[in-house]
């Protein structure tokens, strides 16, 4: 797998905005696979408004953004903010590709994929300011630093390639959150999967869960009783095989 963009056809191309979109276009046509089932990945023949790419084989749609930077970062640029929440709440949300690349070089840095169940609209963040000439045409931005990690499946990470039997397996670790009854359901599920993560452990306890209260109230302030709502999502994440129920209050993170 090559890890650079440059293409003789970016000569054809005056905007430099169009130049990249046909770059990482074709970089991903001849490279990427589907982290579903691993099979190529096809071009929709025309800019459908909701997808770039779909498999043959799963019927799954990939949206591709990309960003001209040496860093991933925490937020991704996106277009109108109100197109975007419709997207993502609606039935036929796609996943997303990923990629960043450093503009000196064109060499790709990172390149990972996201499924669409992961998305909810607190992760939209609308942008201070319109367009010109369109004050109220609000775009926004994809805030990717509340995806947990286990749910960024990375091809290319920090400029290494990962192995293809990685990559589907990760994909499938948390597909049940496909099966979340609700937008606030799943929600918490994965601020719950991030505050596990965020304890960099292997084995913990339901205190050292407790210690995220302050901050799932912030996430949840309807709710009251944030220890039982963890202690509900865990055993949620337990029966998913997420976790593994080690004894009274103690859990082991499954790899």
């Known amino acids: 797998m090559t890890l650079n963009l440059f293409s003789t056809m970016s000569d054809n191309y005056r905007s430099n905005s169009q130049k990249i979109r046909v770059l990482t276009e074709n970089w991903v046509n001849e490279h990427i696979y589907c982290p579903s089932c691993?099979?190529?990945?096809?071009?929709?023949?025309?800019?459908?408004?909701?997808?770039?790419?779909?498999?043959?084989?799963?019927?799954?749609?990939?949206?591709?953004?990309?960003?001209?930077?040496?860093?991933?970062?925490k937020t991704i640029s996106d277009g109108a903010y109100n197109s975007m929440i419709d997207r993502i709440t609606s039935e036929t949300n796609p996943n997303f590709f990923f990629l960043n690349y450093d503009k000196s070089s064109y060499d790709i840095v990172n390149f990972l994929?996201?499924?669409?169940?992961?998305?909810?609209?607190?992760?939209?963040?609308?942008?201070?300011?319109?367009?010109?000439?369109?004050?109220?045409y609000i775009m926004c931005n994809i805030d990717i630093s509340n995806i947990p990690s286990s749910g960024k499946v990375f091809y290319i990470k920090d400029k290494q390639v990962q192995s293809k039997?990685?990559?589907?397996?990760?994909?499938?670790?948390?597909?049940?959150?496909?099966?979340?009854?609700?937008?606030?359901?799943?929600?918490?599920?994965?601020?719950?999967?991030?505050?596990?993560?965020?304890?960099?452990?292997?084995?913990?306890?339901?205190?050292?869960?407790?210690?995220?209260?302050?901050?799932?109230?912030?996430?949840?302030?309807?709710?009251?009783?944030?220890?039982?709502?963890?202690?509900?999502?865990?055993?949620?994440?337990?029966?998913?095989?997420?976790?593994?129920?080690?004894?009274?209050?103690?859990?082991?993170?499954?790899?």
């Open 165 to 255: 039997t990685k990559i589907l397996d990760e994909w499938n670790k948390i597909s049940f959150l496909k099966e979340s009854s609700s937008i606030q359901s799943k929600g918490w599920l994965l601020d719950i999967i991030k505050c596990i993560e965020k304890l960099e452990k292997v084995n913990f306890s339901l205190n050292d869960m407790y210690q995220f209260e302050k901050y799932l109230k912030i996430r949840h302030p309807e709710n009251n009783n944030i220890q039982a709502k963890i202690r509900q999502q865990l055993q949620i994440l337990r029966d998913k095989n997420y976790l593994k129920f080690e004894s009274r209050g103690k859990y082991i993170l499954r790899k």
């Open 38 to 73: 691993g099979c190529a990945v096809n071009e929709y023949e025309n800019n459908r408004p909701v997808a770039d790419f779909y498999c043959k084989n799963c019927n799954e749609d990939y949206e591709l953004k990309s960003k001209n930077s040496k860093m991933l970062g």
């Open 113 to 136: 994929a996201v499924p669409s169940y992961l998305f909810v609209p607190n992760m939209i963040i609308p942008r201070k300011k319109g367009i010109p000439n369109r004050p109220n």
